[in-house]
């Protein structure tokens, strides 16, 4: 990729961002009542401060909005129909935590060690710290959209979105979800391929069958297009489980490798793997930082992300409440948070600066039987999860198109195929899985975690005077906007002008 077409690319998503947040705008705030030309509007919010829980207004305090578009009375002063509430949840704690927890871990933490090797590297102390700072400010905005759905009684992050900041413009909703399932779709695509052409070369076959593109080919056709055409997932319900396990296994297993010592100078595999695989240590202190500390926190916003699935959980949590699900999302986001810790560390640990965009590439593909076994639990968790993802993606994508158009009984077969067939040919021409995934978080990860949840909830609290919240929590709010916008576009100008994602 040569750095005018990087810069060319960053300019366009740098463009299309500023639009997609320009055209969230209500459009009663580009215009007030009296005629008087489009400027940032004046607003109030009610603090409340009472001990005994009831509630007391306090004086309003006037400030200057971070958005013109946060307004008490939505898209022209009307309001959304009065909302229906959806059925009693039925997912117990326990089970939601899995699956949360499942939904946020994936096979990006396999791509962590490479991101502590990105640029000029980056100490464990800044990347423990970045690690941390991602999973506190990630687990308060996926709360944040459960807020929204507790006060506004939505079934979707779309639904909730219209009933926040307005209907009007839910349509960026629909664009972002759908950008960020495609994108996910690939960087799953990269795995296959990763996983499956290190499997195939350690059973022997010859190069033209065991290639990457030929593996992605291969396992799409065979494997990944049945199952999406499945209408029925209710087979794949405890795919959640065998991930959580193949993620503990994988795990454990770095964990062994390193110690052993089978990959340092002088161990067991050291002079059979590729010298460009071979471990390379690092020679710097806790404290570095360096570029590629933004590719690094760009791939921890990845990791957290699942806010898109936020109203699902929130809505299925059996007795759901803002604190039974901040419990729920704290354990999840919790258990992440050590699985991304230790695979970071084992692997940058045992290969250093030779760590690739998948750290499992690094160890041998046939005389290493624990890491075999790896790549085949990775494999079983991408396949069990890929139809669910898939599946959202389609949704996502069904919901833009005009009604006449979906109602065709061709259109969901066409969509799988086009989806699918797309996702597929850009994972074969990118090959690396550092990258896409450091691109994705700072950019589509950055605007739907950091970005999304508290523009909703400041609608949310100019809407209903009902709610009410600290000045504190009024500021972090802005606060959180304006940094996932920042980091958003520093983290994206960084990935596409070669600070390195991977190897």
């Not at 079934?155 to 349509?171: C, Q």
């Not at 005389?367 to 075999?372: F, K, N, P, R, S």
């Not at 085949?376 to 959202?392: E, Q, R």
Request: glycine fraction near 10%.
């Amino acid at each position: 990729m040569s750095r005018q077409f990087r810069a060319a690319l960053f300019v366009l998503l740098l463009v299309s961002s500023l639009l997609t947040f320009v055209s969230a705008t209500p459009s009663s705030s580009r215009s007030a009542g009296n005629g008087n030309s489009p400027r940032l509007q004046k607003d109030s919010y009610i603090i409340k401060k009472s001990r005994d829980g009831a509630s007391s207004t306090l004086p309003r305090r006037k400030s200057r909005a971070l958005f013109a578009g946060i307004r008490g009375g939505g898209v022209g002063g009307s309001q959304p129909p009065a909302p229906v509430a959806p059925p009693p949840g039925t997912s117990s704690s326990v089970a939601s935590m899995v699956n949360l927890a499942k939904n946020i871990i994936g096979g990006g933490m396999l791509a962590l060690p490479a991101g502590l090797a990105a640029g000029a590297g980056t100490g464990y102390i800044p990347a423990y710290l970045l690690l941390a700072f991602s999973a506190v400010s990630s687990a308060y905005t996926f709360v944040l959209v459960g807020r929204s759905v507790e006060a506004t009684r939505s079934r979707s992050f779309k639904e909730a979105w219209s009933r926040t900041v307005g209907p009007a413009h839910a349509w960026v909703v629909d664009y972002a979800i759908t950008a960020l399932a495609f994108a996910v779709c690939i960087v799953y695509a990269c795995f296959v391929g990763d996983t499956f052409t290190s499997l195939l070369k350690g059973a022997g076959l010859p190069a033209w069958l065991s290639s990457r593109e030929a593996s992605i080919l291969a396992v799409t056709i065979t494997v990944l297009f049945p199952l999406t055409l499945l209408k029925d997932l209710s087979a794949l319900q405890y795919s959640s489980y065998v991930g959580i396990a193949a993620v503990i296994y994988t795990v454990l297993f770095m964990a062994w490798r390193f110690w052993d010592g089978s990959y340092a100078k002088g161990g067991a595999f050291f002079a059979a793997i590729a010298p460009e695989l071979r471990p390379r240590p690092a020679h710097f202190g806790p404290w570095k930082m360096s570029v590629g500390t933004a590719i690094l926190f760009s791939m921890f916003s990845t990791s957290y992300m699942a806010h898109t699935n936020a109203v699902k959980f929130y809505n299925e949590l059996e007795g759901r409440s803002v604190r039974r699900f901040w419990q729920v999302v704290a354990g999840a986001m919790g258990s992440a948070t050590v699985i991304y810790l230790a695979a970071m560390t084992l692997g940058f640990e045992t290969f250093g600066l030779a760590s690739q965009g998948l750290v499992l590439n690094n160890y041998h593909v046939s005389q290493d039987v624990l890491a075999t076994m790896g790549r085949i639990a990775t494999a079983v968790s991408i396949i069990g999860a890929h139809p669910l993802l898939f599946s959202g993606l389609r949704d996502s994508f069904l919901s833009i198109l005009p009604p006449n158009v979906v109602s065709r009984p061709s259109t969901w077969l066409l969509s799988t195929i086009v989806l699918l067939g797309g996702a597929t040919c850009i994972s074969l021409l990118c090959k690396d899985v550092g990258l896409l995934v450091s691109l994705v978080g700072s950019s589509l990860g950055a605007a739907i975690v950091y970005v999304f949840p508290p523009f909703m909830y400041l609608h949310l609290l100019r809407r209903r005077k009902d709610i009410h919240t600290s000045r504190g929590e009024i500021l972090l709010l802005h606060a959180t906007i304006l940094f996932g916008v920042v980091s958003g576009c520093f983290g994206t100008w960084v990935a596409l002008t070669g600070g390195g994602g991977g190897k």
